[in-house]
């Protein structure tokens, strides 16, 4: 199965400021079928971005994504309040579909 | 509005079975994959399996393979994980989520039901 590797495990930053979140893949992730998710705590994930960069509806465009391959970024361009929360990527190209670690992202 | 609604928290003794389920509402039931996915107190996400309700084809996550099984009876739009057997590594929340195909993100998700395993 292909395991995905988030870095950093924890990101502490203050509203207003910019979040880079990273995932690599051990292997090549097929058709750039990778998404990234927002979890907060008691609330199921959130879909933020699929497709490697398109945003699910209703997402603000603060958030982008890019990448390909084995290597992936999530941006957040400047944090609001609610933005504090755990990000889950994901792989659903190959079966098992997997989930990375999650990156926590705290008030500085 | 596309809802999935699951089951309340349950507490059960090791070697106890149980059925959890997730109603879906809003959409063709039918018509889209319903998958499974664990997070243990604490962690992270963990893809167990997804069925068709529509013809009930089942794929199984091998880590999970044997462990629980994944079934669906469309009449009443409701897909089910049950256990034979409990253990206590089973405790966990249970996430059901919609997927369009087995190859797209899970875009809408369930409440989640949280699963306790003690004796």
């Known amino acids: 199965e292909i395991v995905l590797t988030q870095s950093p495990g924890t990101l502490s930053l203050s509203p207003g400021e910019r979040a880079t979140l990273s995932c690599r893949a051990s292997?090549?992730?097929?058709?750039?079928?990778f998404a990234w998710y927002q979890q907060k705590p008691g609330q199921a994930p959130r879909l933020l971005i699929y497709?490697?960069?398109s945003r699910a509806t209703g997402i603000p465009d603060r958030f982008s994504a890019s990448g390909s391959g084995t290597d992936f970024t999530l941006t957040i361009s400047r944090l609001e309040p609610e933005d504090f929360a755990v990000y889950y990527c994901?792989?659903?190209?190959?079966?098992?579909?997997?989930f990375g670690q999650g990156t926590k992202v705290e008030i500085k | 509005e596309v809802q999935l609604v699951q089951s309340g928290a349950e507490v059960k003794k090791p070697g106890e079975s149980l059925k959890i389920s997730c109603k879906g509402s809003?959409?063709?039931?039918?018509?889209?994959?319903i998958g499974w996915v664990r997070q243990m107190p604490g962690k992270g996400l963990e893809w167990m399996g997804i069925i068709y309700p529509a013809d009930s084809d089942t794929r199984y996550n091998p880590s999970f393979q044997g462990q629980v099984t994944i079934s669906a009876d469309k009449s009443i739009s409701t897909a089910y994980l049950q256990w034979s057997a409990l253990r206590a590594s089973d405790t966990a929340i249970y996430y059901c989520a919609r997927q369009t195909t087995v190859e797209t993100p899970p875009k809408y998700w369930g409440q989640g039901t949280l699963v306790t395993v003690s004796s």
């Open positions: 292997q090549s992730v097929t058709s750039n079928y």
């Open positions: 994901q792989q659903y190209g190959s079966s098992p579909q997997t």
């Open positions: 809003g959409y063709s039931f039918i018509n889209y994959w």
């Open positions: 497709g490697a960069s």
